[in-house]
């Protein structure tokens, strides 16, 4: 069975990698895929990227964005519009802890949007 | 004068050298308030404009300045990418159906970008970004009623000025704060380059 699939959105290709190795470490079927950096690999975010990730993370439950600071969000807003994916959302939450509680709850099958609710549930506790 | 292709090609060569000339100095301005990457996005991205535009056969003004806006979007790895690329992708969508482009349609269509980048941007005027150039600039296309070079400079190069006395609130500027105050805002910049460029193609029209 599909699982919600996962972009991580970050301005360092590294960052983006690393958070997907902790995840991965616990949650191995959830489809997670990265937007690191520029199309050089430089610090940035570059929207080709983010649709190719979205592409590759949407198994048929839809796919939610994680991003980080300055023009990740802008350029994940770019990219919803442009896949005209209508299952696919930008979630405004941690990008570590985030993904991750996002990971736990989309292998339990849930729903694009129960992941994430779950996910602003569990930070608007703390 | 209308705008015709070959304007609209110009218009983005001209910026381009500009871009180049000016590199350094928009990353020196970024450096003072933000990431230190505005020179060498908007160099990147230009150039790629600029070795693309000579090479292709457009139909229309509106088809330069969709091939700008998606080059923009994809090669400028920092927020320029998507604030211009959404200017000139609405700018494209606005002057589509008219060619070549007169100065209202192209009044409308800077306009048109200006409503396009606040939206994306989530800014307005007076929060030390591009729009508090493109905001006087489309005031003074709206009062006018044919391109006007000189004043096109003034205008936008007044309004780039006026940039260094505002505290950021928007952009990477904003995690400044009041330290933002006094330097002059480099999105601002090269908007008044886009602009000068502009001016450089209306005077070589009439």
Known sequence: MADVGIVLISHSPKIAAGIKDIIRQVITEVPIETA???????????????????????????????????????NAEMAIEMSEKENSMLIDAPLVEGSYVAAVEAGMGKSLQEVHDAVIKSFSKR | MKL??????????????????????????????????????????????????????????SDVLKDVAMTLMSKVGGAAGPLYGTIFL????AVKGTDPVDYQT???????????????????????????????????????????????????????????????????????????????????TSSFYIFEALAEVIREGE
């Open chain 2, 106 to 188: 192209f009044t409308n269509g800077l306009e048109e970008g200006l409503v396009g980048v606040k939206q994306r941007g989530k800014a307005d005027v007076g929060e030390k970004t591009l729009v508090d150039v493109w905001a006087p600039v489309v005031d003074f296309f709206k009062q006018g009623v044919d391109f006007q070079a000189d004043q096109l400079v003034e205008t936008a190069e007044n309004a780039m000025d006026n940039t260094k006395d505002i505290q950021a609130s928007k952009g990477r500027a904003a995690y400044f704060k009041e330290k933002s105050i006094g330097h002059i805002d480099p999105g601002s």
């Open chain 1, 36 to 74: 690191g950096g520029t199309d050089e690999n430089e610090i940035g975010t570059n929207i080709d990227k983010i649709l190719n990730a979205m592409e590759a993370a949407d198994t048929g439950k839809g796919v939610l964005l994680f991003y980080d600071i300055g023009s990740a969000k802008m």
């Open chain 2, 4 to 61: 015709t292709v070959n304007n609209s090609i110009q218009w983005f060569l001209k910026a381009n050298e500009k871009m180049q000339e000016n590199k350094e100095y928009l990353t020196l301005l970024d450096k003072k308030i933000g990431d230190s990457d505005h020179g060498i996005n908007m160099a990147r991205g230009f150039q790629e404009v600029a070795n693309k535009l000579p090479t292709q056969d457009y139909a229309s003004v």
């Open chain 2, 90 to 93: 609405k700018m494209s969508t």
